[in-house]
């Protein structure tokens, strides 16, 4: 049982350029979220979704872009990446949203460096 | 906006010995939940305890309890015969009931000297 895994683990990324985040989970999980962690910092949500095909906003979504085609697969795009996007990503996954006192499963993370 | 405070960057605490972590928050909700979170440094996030905000008896779980204080907006954690497996990262979390937006605290390093 993976759990919950993330692509690419490490990325280097000159300003301007795009790329994709791939979060892919087996649990058969509803709701999943992409956040960022920066130094001194807790993590933000960037967006999530709560079912196929669905996607809504976080606290912090400009400069990403996300789709579910999949159920089981979440990606997180960066159309022009920018130095201030530099930071750690984490995906994460539960069954139903957190408030139903589902736990959150987490990824173990993406360090993304822009230059 | 709801804003997570955790006032200690870094704490150290002996092998075996009792760590209180400290942690406030600011929201005009009734109904919420908080968390804390443990990040080792393999960067796995961790759920460690959960609390929701109209239980009034404080939530534990094995060495790991909370003191809730509703009205003063206070939400520590005390994690009792520390073991040296505890060195990580401690998150506070908040999130309001019905809502998939968790907003974290800064984080509190914890180290566990033997």
Redesign the interface.
Known sequence: NAGVTQTPKFRVLKTGQSMTLLCAQDMNHE?M?WYRQDP??????IH?S?GEGTT?K??VPDGYNVSRLKKQNFLLGLESAAPSQTS?Y?C?SSYR???T?E??F?G??TQLSVL | AQT?TQSQPEMSVQEAETVTLSCTYDTSENNY?LFWYKQPP??????VI?QEAYKQQNATENRFSVNFQKAAKSFSLKISDSQLGDTAMY?C?F?????????????TRLTVKP
């Open positions: 709701y979220y001194g910092m807790g993590l933000r949500l999530y709560v809504a976080g606290e750690v984490f994460a949203g957190v408030s006192n736990k959150l987490f173990s993370g | 997570v939940y393999s960067r796995q996030m961790i759920l959960r998150f979390a999130m309001k009931r019905n809502n998939n937006d968790m907003r974290f605290g800064a984080g």
